[in-house]
């Protein structure tokens, strides 16, 4: 009689806690998956969103508030899901107290990914997506700093719709934010300069 073959074993946020603190980490299906650092624009989109955004409806400058707006926080949707979404946010009548708290396990009400082809794109329009529309994220955003794209979906009877594509040319009212006007090109590097010919 031979033994049954061993199955892997799923990563737990016990596993996420042991990588180093500046390695980016996250658990998707049970699979650990460290990613590089974020390249300049990456890092330049995350921050022109995150300004958008966090004085209208985490502050309630000029906004609605209600909202917390952050990056990068441990959010665990399952045992074997952990992930770092590159902008995440709750209304705060449903996490009401976050302080000291990691991982955050209540599900988000809106998460932003910015696609990397370095940091793999399939896995934020395919894997994540599909695990935030399981777990009833009701918004999720990608936003594209090569193409200067930023895509919006809402949830819909577990399946996602798009609510609006968007360039840097756009000012736009994308749901859940749609009480400010959006300057997409804010969250985008500005073009750079034409070469001069020589």
């Keep these: ?23 980016k980490a996250e ?20 921050g022109g969103l995150m ?23 441990d959010v665990q949707l399952s045992n074997h899901d952990v992930v770092r979404p590159d902008l995440v946010g709750w209304r705060r009548e449903r996490l009401p107290a976050p302080w000291g708290k990691r991982p955050i396990t209540v599900v988000p009400d809106w998460i932003c990914e910015i696609l990397s082809p370095r940091q793999g794109v399939h896995r934020d329009r395919v894997i994540k997506m599909e695990l935030y529309a399981r777990h009833g994220v009701p918004f999720y955003w990608l936003l594209d700093p090569v193409e200067c794209v930023l895509e919006a979906y809402a949830l819909e009877r577990g399946h996602w719709t798009v609510t609006g594509t968007y360039d840097r040319s756009a000012v736009a009212r994308v749901p859940p934010f749609e009480a400010i006007e959006l300057v997409v090109a804010d969250l985008f590097m500005p073009e750079p300069p034409a070469e001069s010919e020589g």
């Design 27 to 46: 658990i998707l299906a049970g699979d650990l998956v460290v990613q590089p650092s974020a390249v300049f624009d990456h890092a330049y989109s995350q």
């Design 1 to 23: 009689m031979t033994a049954a073959p061993k199955l892997p074993r799923l990563a737990t946020y016990a596993d996420l806690l042991a990588t180093p603190e500046d390695v």
């Design 51 to 73: 300004d958008s955004l966090r004085g209208p409806f985490d502050r309630g400058r000029g906004g609605p508030g209600g909202w917390w707006i952050v990056s990068e926080v």
